[in-house]
């Protein structure tokens, strides 16, 4: 005897809740020469209040660190003026509107701005950040940054935020 019809499975399958996707990004250490070991993970997700990235992230210098979604998904190095630079291969960070203005995280400008990553002083890194602007289908397919100085969300007085070299990188599947 079937205790369950077609019908009744159903309906009891449409009341729970879906399952949030999300992803789990393998975090590298980067430099000119290429790829390095894993630092750590991240693990991007939706929210009602945008895209949470939540880092498990080790082997950082101490402080604060900009973070940004990039174009491409590589975080091999790239020739730059005749010099392979870390990370290069990644393009430049996210900007599906075109605007070419680096206004943060809450902004108007390119998409790719995140939160900065906040570093403990044993080189880890585990708070929870938010990007109101992003959801994850936005970011699959593309790279995730970590750069060795912070960002000031602004173009003066150093372009992109003056967070300067990429020294981690974590590719979105």
Known sequence: ???????????????????AAEKI???????????????????LSDSEKGLVIDPDLGDLTPGEHGLHIHEKPSCEAADKDGKKTAGLAAGGHYDPNKTAKHEGPQGHGHAGDLPALQVKPDGSATQILIAPNLKLSDVI????????????????????????ARVACGIIE
């Open 141 to 164: 397919g593309r790279s995730l940054m970590v750069h060795a100085g912070a960002d000031n969300y602004s173009d003066q007085p150093k372009p992109l935020g003056g967070g300067g």
């Open 25 to 43: 990004v393998v975090v590298n250490a980067i430099s000119d020469n290429g790829i390095g070991k894993i630092i750590g993970t991240v693990k």
């Open 1 to 19: 005897m079937k205790i369950f019809t077609p019908l009744l499975t159903a309906l009891l399958l449409s009341s729970l809740p879906a399952l």
